[in-house]
């Protein structure tokens, strides 16, 4: 089947700790996205990538980096620097970059840091 | 800047009711769409619908409608005869193809609806 994995489902970090989110995807799609979701809020963009080794930051980039290394692979780093990383995060995929692309979510990551 | 706005933090219905799910947005692009997510506890986005700029028909599907009016920049959703399945945080999103490469959706901040038995 395709569609979108993310990994780990739940993950926990100790403060100054640098974590990688693993999101694989079968679709074939060029476009990537991450997406972070704090509670009673919407999604906001973290990074996107349109194509391999090409990415862009989103709205709110500081304190991630991602890497586009496969088609089919984009995970995102969560360092140290980032100064309140518990969250939820999305991963999405698209055909392509234009806006009128439906994005394709995968089941998500819940990350604590303790 | 593009802007997203659903009022209504949280709506409780009994099931069978009818209920509408508000959604509000602003965009400079006179090309833009539109969609609708639903999240339900899972927490995996499925996307419901999408609409361009361009088009103003409202459409139904099954029990799911939409109503698209360029004029007061809403997007709103309407289930018909709720179920309790339909129990979910619903998004709407905008996102604007500017020309020099799109940068992903604009959400609101969800609409959480609760259908009780």
């Known amino acids: 089947d395709g569609g979108i994995t993310q990994s780990p489902k739940y993950l926990f970090r100790k403060e100054g700790q640098n974590v990688t989110l693993s999101c694989e995807q079968n679709?074939?799609?060029?476009?990537m996205y991450w997406y972070r979701q704090d509670p009673g809020q919407g999604l906001r963009l973290i990074y996107y990538?349109?194509?391999?080794?090409?990415?862009q930051k989103g709205d709110i980039a500081e304190g991630y980096s991602v890497s586009r290394e496969k088609k089919e692979s984009f995970p995102l780093t969560v360092t140290s620097a980032q100064k309140n990383p518990t969250a939820f995060y999305l991963c999405?995929?698209?055909?392509?970059?234009?806006?009128?692309?439906?994005?394709?979510f995968g089941p998500g990551t819940r990350l604590t840091v303790l | 800047a593009q802007k997203v706005t659903q009022a209504q933090t949280e709506i409780s219905v009994v099931e069978k009711e009818d209920v509408t799910l508000d959604c509000v947005y602003e965009?400079?692009?006179?090309?833009?769409?539109l969609f609708w997510y639903k999240q339900p506890p899972s927490g995996e986005l499925v996307f419901l619908i999408r609409?361009?700029?361009?088009?103003?028909q409202n459409e139904i599907s099954g029990r799911y409608s939409w109503n698209f009016q360029k004029s007061t920049s809403s997007f709103n959703f309407t289930i018909t005869a709720s179920q309790v399945v339909d129990s979910a945080v619903y998004f709407c999103?905008?996102?604007?193809?500017?020309?020099?490469?799109?940068?992903?959706?604009?959400f609101g901040k969800g609409t959480h609806l609760i259908i009780q038995p």
């Open positions: 999405a995929s698209s055909i392509g970059l234009a806006g009128y692309n439906e994005q394709f």
């Open positions: 679709l074939n799609h060029d476009a």
């Open positions: 990538s349109q194509i391999v080794n090409d990415f």
């Open positions: 965009t400079r692009d006179t090309t833009y769409y």
């Open positions: 609409r361009n700029s361009f088009d103003e």
């Open positions: 999103a905008l996102s604007a193809y500017s020309g020099g490469g799109a940068d992903g959706l604009t």
